[in-house]
């Protein structure tokens, strides 16, 4: 007889310091008849609300993490994985209280170091959906390293860099991506770092996906979720997110109606890059340099294609966002698999175990030893 099906256990309740909350009643599990092989099993219908935390969110208001989170919420169900198969991680920063909002298993880390242990829950569970939220400040500064290794290894990821191109949760501090000249708290005659680019940071780290999307627009915002989670390895979202205390309107020419269509092209795999309000401008090479176009000026065969796994391209796409006169790409960059980190880890580990145990003495004693009298 075929075993009985398991109601899944869901994840333990958490409650927060400072916030008086009961503990909803356990779920009851129901004895379910052996399942007729012939008949499709329902469909568990989820929604934005299910993974949706009951705890208050505390980002300033007007802050573009709030669009970041409903965008997450709203694509989560469509991707067929139960709230108590993921998990969010985070590091610190305004972006990292992301995990509280989730109704979902999570991790508020240390600062920078989310990646890490993002890297870790995956190894040790990789039948989980793992997500990391993070910000510029915390994953290029102090984190760029753990953020490096976790794009070179492949780890089966989903990592959503929010990029306002400050400190906010310390109160408004010049960060990685600040731009030169940037006047802040901490450099009040102007910044004289130059900034990191997030997509080129990412892409020269060896990952296997990388994107650029927009807080603004919700649509595209919730498409390069949707890519990246069905993406089997690493996945790179740089999110230009806007902080209206400390840097507001850091990405006006992106989300103003007047100007955005002039100042954006999207990327749409195996199609021209044509932009502009009434469509008119487009990309060109000119061997590896980028130019811009009239479209009625030159022939359709003369137009940049997307290709988004070709690497050449992903490395042009990505500097044009700092390019005067360029267009900012928005959309998928880079794509492309590559086996996972702990799909390898797995693989070495069962061919070990299939050698037999090892005699743990005998290692010791093997090789080069010596004794001390």
Not at 13 to 22: M, W
Not at 128 to 143: F, H, K, P, R
Not at 349 to 369: F, Y
């Amino acid at each position: 007889m075929a075993d009985t099906p398991k109601v899944p256990t869901p994840p333990p309740f958490k409650a927060f310091p400072g916030k008086a909350s009961v503990a909803p009643p356990p779920m009851q599990a129901k004895t379910a008849p052996t399942p007729d092989l012939n008949v499709d099993m329902p469909v568990i219908a989820l929604t934005a609300k299910d993974f949706a935390s009951d705890q208050d969110v505390r980002w300033c208001p007007g802050c573009g993490d709030y669009s970041i989170l409903a965008q997450v919420q709203r694509t989560l169900p469509e991707l067929g994985v139960l709230p108590h198969q993921m998990v969010f991680v985070a590091g610190i920063g305004c972006s990292s209280r992301f995990p509280y909002y989730m109704n979902t298993y999570g991790f508020h880390t240390i600062h920078g170091r989310g990646a890490a242990i993002a890297s870790g829950v995956k190894a040790a569970n990789p039948d989980l959906s793992v997500w990391l939220a993070t910000g510029d400040g915390d994953g290029l500064s102090i984190g760029g390293n753990h953020t490096l290794h976790i794009l070179r290894r492949n780890f089966d990821v989903n990592i959503m860099l929010f990029n306002n191109r400050i400190y906010g949760l310390t109160k408004g501090q010049y960060s990685p991506t600040s731009e030169v000249g940037k006047k802040t708290k901490s450099t009040p005659y102007g910044s004289i770092d130059y900034p990191i680019n997030p997509s080129l940071f990412a892409l020269g780290s060896e990952a296997s996906f990388v994107a650029r999307t927009i807080d603004r627009d919700p649509k595209h915002l919730q498409e390069v979720i949707k890519r990246a989670a069905h993406h089997k390895g690493t996945a790179f979202m740089e999110i230009y997110q806007n902080c209206n205390i400390f840097n507001d309107g850091a990405f006006l020419n992106l989300t103003e109606k007047d100007v955005k269509d002039d100042n954006i092209v999207f990327l749409k795999q195996g199609e021209p890059l044509i932009f502009g309000k009434d469509k008119n401008k487009a990309i060109m090479l000119d061997g590896f340099t980028p130019k811009v176009v009239n479209v009625a000026d030159v022939s359709a065969d003369k137009l940049l294609i997307h290709n988004e796994q070709d690497p050449i391209l992903a490395n042009i796409l990505g500097r044009m966002s700092e390019m005067e006169g360029f267009p900012c790409p928005l959309g998928v960059i880079y794509a492309h698999e590559r086996p996972t980190y702990e799909e390898q880890m797995t693989e070495q580990i069962t061919t070990a175990k299939s050698k037999g145990l090892g005699d743990l003495k005998k290692l010791l004693n093997s090789g080069n030893t010596w004794s001390i009298n």
